[in-house]
Structures are given as C-alpha cells and as structure tokens.
C-alpha cells in the first residue's frame, strides 16, 4: 500500500512549516482594519442574494488541555459567561441587514459551547435565531465536550442543533494523563449512545495522532474503540505545535513527542483501518460514511474549505460573532478582538468588535480558488481554471514536484501528495514567508 511505500527521506523533506488554509490569505498576513471595512462589506453583501452562515466563539474552558491550539479563556465564573452572551446578542444586533438572508449554517464552536449552562444557551439560542432566521433546512451544529455536555444533549436537540462534534482526541488513559484531559471512555460512549437515541442527523468525532506517550499499538486500539462507536464523521488532526503562540504546550516534554516517523506511521495506520471499517478519507484529515453527505459532497467536488474545516459549497459567507472570531463576508476576512475585555468594552461601545482582516485582491481570489480546489478536490482541470479566470494555469504557474501529475490538462496530487496536501498549496500561496506555521505531518 501506498503508505508503506514513502521513502523516510522525502518524509523528512516534506515536515516543513505549513499552514492548513482554513483561510487564504491566512492569518499571520493579514493586518488591522476599521469597522468600516467591516460595514462596507456587509452592505456589499446585503445587497446579494448569496446564503449566509453564522459561526458564535464560545471560549471558556475549565481547565486547559496541554495540546489545545484554539483560542481559550480559562473560566469557571457563571457571571463571566452571562455577560459574554449578552455580549454576543449585543454584536449580533450591530450587524444590520435590510434584506432576509436565512441562515444555511449556524455552528457554536470554542472553547467549549456546553461549558454555557443550560439556562445561557437556551437564551444565546433563542435570541440568534431571532435576529438570523434560520432557513428551514439550516444545519444546526455545536460542539460538545463529553465531560459537560453530555446531559445537555436533550435540551439542545429539543432547541434545534440537528448537528454535534465532540472531542475525544485519544481514549488512551496514559496520553490522557500527559495532555491532561481526563475522559473515560464510558463517558465517551456514553455521549455516543444519548446522541444516538436523540437521533441528531450527524455525529462527528475529533482525534488528534502526534500526542505525548501515543504508540502505533495504543492509537490503534483508540481507533477500534472509535469505530465500535460508529460515529458518522471522524475528524482525524495532526497535533499542531505552535508553542510560541500557546506557551502551555510547553508543558508537553519534547521527548514524549512521537517523532516524524512515528507520528506519519500512526495516521497511516488509522486511516488504513478506518478505510477498512467503511469510512472514506475526505479533504485533509476528515473521514466519513459512505452515505454521509460530506462524502457525496467530496465526490461531486462541492466541498469547500473554511476555519470550520470542510463543509458544503454554498456557506462561503459567514459571519462570525465572539471575541477572535473569525468570518468572511464579500470578499473581506474579519477577525474579532482577541481579548475578552476590550471586545466587551468595544460591544458596549455599540461597536462592531473587528480587529484585523483582509481585503482581498483579484490575484488574491484566484489563488485562494485554486488553494480552495487543491485542499478540497486535489486536483485543477486547466480547462476550467481557463474559463473561471481567462488566462493559462501553465503560463501562470511553473511547478516541478513529484507529488503532482502535472500534464496539459490537470495539475493533480499524485495518492502520496494527497498525504501532503498542505505542502502542494504552498506553492501558490503569495504570502508564505509572512507566517510561522505548525509543520505539515
Ligand atoms: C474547540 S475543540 C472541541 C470542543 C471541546 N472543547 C472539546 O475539546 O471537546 C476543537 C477540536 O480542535 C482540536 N484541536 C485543538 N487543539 C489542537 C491542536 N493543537 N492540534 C490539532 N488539533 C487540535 C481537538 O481535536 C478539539 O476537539
Ligand atoms: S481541547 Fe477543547 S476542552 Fe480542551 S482546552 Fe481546547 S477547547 Fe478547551
């Protein structure tokens, strides 16, 4: 298989710093702008009939997990959170449409969105849906932590989340102890088997391969107990290092660290068995049931790329409320205040929260399609880039890779390329020395 078959040289070639473009431009390029730009695009963007999605940051956390690269605020004060929500019904209200865009997503996402009580989601539910009125058929989705969220799970679905994640990352109580998150695998089945008989439309689960103290043998045996769980979605992540922006993975000892190899052996392994088991491989490090509509969507190339990671074509425009959140409207990224206290004082303020973003340029849309295409489908048909943008993918782009099939026709990610997706887009990624990215196994 083709796996087995990399060389442990070109292995080592291709662990350079890398960015996994949920975005294009990604972040490290982009620079502070004024609310207005803000207030342009979203005016630019009322006045098409485009669909919209809406992502809401939840960041608190109890306690923090050793590998967590998302942006966190450590919190246990119920008070903290109440002002937070009204905080994001306040953002909320700021963004003014004249016309109805219906809402085909609506994702909270953290943090931990289940760290809110009962009480505060309902209430952040109800008053979201009220300003963005959902289409009928909007995905509802929340990520849930097994060790707060699982007798939550009624209420939510009874609210209208058809949609859950939960993170796992490793059953392993070793690995446990050395990321400190403390997860029993009953709690985990547990979650699995209440969401189950509320029947949510998908369920998706988050591993991570590359943490302290994993083995080939014990991330094998994680993996079979994930896949007794049958969720619809896995999501399979490489633990990106980025110590220099979240000092706690300092805490993690380098020599715990599964090395290169062994932390490409244990990717190869699970998705060797989760293949096995039924589940396709999609994009990057996603994995899906046959059915699964992710699954169709990847082969009848409609996915697309976004912080979220992948989802369906037609939810490029989103908005996103919460302090760092990140969205994208007309052509323009926006990215919220990152501390907690200056987005507060900017909401009540009447203010919409924006600290930096990127206006994006016509070279800048051409390249972020084809980074979109390659991260996505993993391949570009020439002819269809030359009708989409009027000019020569060749004459553009000179590439010599041996991770691509590079003919007059296609430019395509060779099945050992597709493992290094991340490193092929870097080639048409303009900014590239602006940035320090995790590296790309
Ligand atoms: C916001 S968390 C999920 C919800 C909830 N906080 C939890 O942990 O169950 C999103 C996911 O990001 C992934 N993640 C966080 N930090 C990561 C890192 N440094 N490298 C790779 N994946 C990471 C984890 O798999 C995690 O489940
Ligand atoms: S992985 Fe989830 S629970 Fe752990 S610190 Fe990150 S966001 Fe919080």
Redesign the pocket.
């Known amino acids: 298989m083709v796996l087995k078959e990399i060389d442990p040289a070109l292995l080592a070639s291709l662990d350079l710093p890398a960015p996994r473009y949920t975005s294009y431009p990604t972040a490290p390029a982009w620079y502070n702008i004024e609310e207005e730009v803000y207030l342009k695009a979203l005016q630019q963007f009322d006045e098409s009939s485009a669909p919209l999605s809406l992502y809401v940051h939840i960041p608190f956390?109890k306690?923090?997990?050793l590998?967590?690269g998302?942006s966190?605020i450590l919190n246990r004060r119920e008070d903290v959170q109440d002002q937070y929500v009204d905080s994001l019904l306040e953002e909320a209200r700021l963004i003014i449409f004249r016309n109805k865009h219906p809402l085909r997503q609506l994702h909270l996402g953290?943090?931990?969105p289940t760290q809110l009580t009962e009480d505060q989601l309902k209430r952040l539910y109800r008053g979201l849906i009220d300003i963005f009125p959902l289409d009928t058929t909007a995905e509802i989705s929340i990520e849930v932590?097994p060790r707060n969220g699982t007798n939550k799970l009624e209420m939510l679905k009874n609210l209208g989340f058809n949609r859950i994640s939960f993170?796992v990352?490793d059953t392993d109580p070793s690995v446990q102890k050395a990321i400190h998150?403390y997860q029993s695998y009953e709690m985990t089945r547990d979650t699995m088997l209440k969401a189950r008989a509320l029947n949510f439309d998908s369920i998706n689960m988050d591993l991570i391969y590359g943490l302290p103290l994993q083995t080939v043998e014990s991330f094998k045996d994680t993996i079979n107990k994930i896949i007794e769980m049958s969720p619809d979605r896995i999501a399979l992540f490489s633990y990106a290092k980025i110590p220099w922006i979240k000092a706690h993975q300092k805490a993690i000892p380098e020599e715990s660290l599964p090395p290169t190899p062994i932390k490409f052996a244990l990717y190869a392994h699970a998705r060797k068995v989760l293949i096995e088991a039924g589940y396709l491989p999609i994009g990057m490090d996603h994995f899906a049931k046959k059915e699964d509509e992710l699954t169709l969507a990847f082969q009848e190339k409609r996915l697309q790329r976004n912080f979220q990671g992948y989802s369906l074509k037609n939810t490029e425009n989103m908005l996103g409320l919460g302090v760092t959140s990140i969205g994208y409207i007309s052509g323009v990224y926006i990215q919220n205040a990152k501390d907690l206290d200056s987005y507060n004082s900017l909401i009540k303020k009447r203010r919409l929260p924006v600290q930096k973003g990127f206006v994006l340029g016509s070279e800048d849309f051409l390249r972020r399609s084809l980074i979109q295409k390659l991260m996505c489908d993993f391949e570009i048909d020439k002819e269809i880039f030359k009708k989409e943008w009027g000019k020569d993918f060749d004459a553009l782009f000179q590439i010599d890779s041996e991770l691509v099939i590079n003919n007059e026709k296609v430019f395509k990610a060779t099945p050992i390329g597709a493992l290094f997706i991340r490193n092929i887009a870097m080639y048409f990624d303009a900014y590239i020395n602006k940035g320090h990215f995790s590296k790309a196994i």
């Open positions: 956390c306690t923090m997990c590998f967590c998302c966190v953290g943090g931990t932590d993170g990352q998150r």
